[in-house]
């Protein structure tokens, strides 16, 4: 079964509106090491060839020109015929988050693709480190005052210049996107943030759609990190019930919670069997009840600003900065 797709808003008449595939693969890792960039690259080829289309990746990942090679190894073999079938997401990180770096690092990150253009551009995080630094833990000495409005215009330059087809933002708060929303030329057409039925992100999602910001789920499947020992998605005694009673898996239950959402979700795996099982989502529905029972499930966001920084610089976080919505 063909994976869905969702058309992207769009402001700009040169750019025009872009569909998004529901379903797409993640490459980003806690460290990508050298020993990971053979199978990962693998992994991709195998999505492509079982219908992915859109792929998602960042700066900070350094696992852009992994997909570079593997998109470049997937047109010379014939499993796609042009890039313009493919989807391609990336984000700036917080070291290129000022006004004069914006421009410059989407060109690095297209370089390393080997691409001339980018579907979706992406703020990873609504905050700004000194040039030059990079993986978390972040000292408090490294982080700058965050200028939204300046850096959402280097963004805004991007797409005017076809670097980018659409832009958007990632782990932003609804009082943040709100914020943006008040002085942004080109609103954004997506905002990506961890989601998934143990972290359901509902007054984000009711905000989102009355303002036409579609969202993609990162952490559909409760993300790589544990909890007390625990993924609680895939550890989840009602979701286990559910999907025993449908004949599904946990991870496929939760997928398909999210896509009854009206979201968008990136997956990581590097196991191709589990690449195909994350397709098999669309061709049937979670019943009311089903629903409901998802519903009443304990709240726990994994992924937060404060999780970045080290424990002085947690310290001094102030609470706007930090505010967790469910």
């Not at 959402?152 to 990632?170: D, F, N, P, T, Y």
């Not at 998605?233 to 997928?255: F, P, R, Y």
């Not at 195909?276 to 979670?286: A, C, R, S, T, V």
């Amino acid at each position: 079964m063909a994976i869905p797709e969702v058309v992207l808003s769009s402001t700009s008449p040169a750019t025009g509106a872009r569909a998004i595939p529901v379903l797409g693969m993640g490459t980003g890792w806690d460290r990508f090491t050298h020993e990971q960039r053979p199978a990962t690259k693998h992994a991709i080829l195998s999505a492509i060839e079982l219908g992915y289309r859109h792929f998602d990746t960042a700066a900070i990942y350094q696992s852009e020109d992994v997909l570079g090679e593997a998109i470049a190894e997937a047109l010379q073999a014939g499993l796609i015929h042009s890039r313009a079938e493919l989807f391609i997401t990336s984000k700036i990180w917080c070291a290129d988050a000022h006004r004069d770096l914006v421009v410059p690092a989407i060109r690095e990150s297209l370089r390393n693709l080997k691409l001339d253009y980018l579907d979706l551009y992406l703020i990873h995080w609504p905050m700004r480190l000194k040039a030059g630094e990079s993986y978390p833990p972040i000292e408090s000495h490294h982080i700058l005052p965050f200028d939204l409005k300046s850096v959402w215009e280097g963004m805004e330059e991007c797409q005017r210049l076809g670097l980018a087809k659409h832009i958007g933002v990632s782990n932003f708060t609804t009082w943040k996107l709100a914020e943006l929303l008040q002085y942004a030329k080109v609103p954004p057409a997506v905002v990506q943030v961890e989601m998934n039925p143990t972290w359901q992100q509902k007054k984000l999602r009711e905000f989102c759609k009355e303002k036409g910001v579609h969202v993609i789920a990162y952490s559909p499947l409760g993300g790589q990190d544990m909890f007390m020992g625990k993924n609680l998605v895939l550890e989840s005694q009602v979701l286990k019930d559910i999907a025993k009673a449908k004949g599904k898996t946990v991870a496929q239950v939760s997928l398909r919670w999210v896509y009854e959402q009206g979201a968008s979700m990136i997956v990581k795996t590097l196991n191709k069997d589990r690449i195909e099982e994350n397709m098999k989502i669309f061709d049937w529905e979670l019943s009311d009840e089903d629903k409901h029972k998802i519903s009443q499930l304990p709240q726990f966001k994994r992924n937060t600003l404060r999780s970045m920084l080290s424990p002085e610089a947690g310290s001094k976080l102030p609470d706007e900065d930090e505010v967790i919505e469910e």
